[in-house]
């Protein structure tokens, strides 16, 4: 009798959902002993904690959910002693998503995966660190010189506004556009790498059968 229910309760931690919810739970991956599952990047998805192109697939949405999940806890393991998300600030963000998404879609979304309103508190205030830190640790702006301006104007800028029937405004007038398009560019690439950087480091491989 007590092999039985050790069965079972070993069973439930890794389903990791109530047993009405007809989703079959999988470990995606596992930061520091932590594991990503598949309830993890259902979660994410369904909520949008995550940015991927709606037109996506399926398994090309689980995986980027899956490796933004990873790279969240990456980041914040190799940033100990970052400043702690306020509660009222992560609660402030339940209520905006609840919002955003219409309490319909957002009530059918918690029953799906047999969730409670709270549960989603880990994965916000998750996000909400993660933004924090990268906006922290790349504060500053990248340089942009002239010439990159210049060129970015010519091969890319006039171009676009022509072939979309506009007449490209002078560099001067956009000047400050492009500049802000490189630095956003430049950032996003330092931060891709950096990433990189934490997951090969890391040696985490993911699970793609169970993304299936």
Not at 56 to 76: P, S, V, Y
Not at 118 to 144: G, H, T
Not at 149 to 157: A, P, W
Not at 199 to 207: D, P, Q, S, T, W
Request: charged share 30%; with cysteine; aromatic share 6%.
């Amino acid at each position: 009798m007590k092999k039985a229910c050790l069965i079972f309760l070993v069973f439930v931690i890794l389903v990791g959902l109530p047993l009405r919810a007809e989703v079959i739970n999988c470990i995606v991956a596992t930061v520091d002993g932590r594991p990503v599952t598949l309830v993890d990047v259902l979660v994410v998805v369904e909520f949008r904690l995550c940015e991927f192109q709606p037109a996506a697939g399926q398994r090309e949405i689980r995986e980027i959910a899956a490796r933004t999940i990873i790279d969240r806890r990456l980041a914040l393991r190799a940033s100990v002693g970052f400043q702690t998300v306020e509660k009222k600030e992560v609660e402030n963000s339940l209520l905006g998503l609840k919002k955003e998404m219409g309490s319909q879609r957002f009530e059918t979304g918690l029953a799906t995966y047999g969730l409670e309103e709270s549960d989603l508190l880990s994965y916000l205030e998750e996000k909400i660190s993660f933004d924090k830190l990268l906006a922290a640790r790349f504060s500053r702006p990248p340089l942009v010189g002239r010439r990159d301006v210049e060129d970015y104007y010519h091969k890319v800028y006039a171009p676009e506004k022509r072939q979309a029937g506009i007449e490209p405004s002078s560099l001067d007038a956009v000047e400050e556009e492009i500049i802000d398009r490189l630095q956003r560019k430049a950032r996003d690439e330092q931060v891709a790498g950096w990433l990189r950087e934490l997951r090969e480091r890391a040696g985490i491989r993911l699970n793609s059968d169970c993304l299936k």
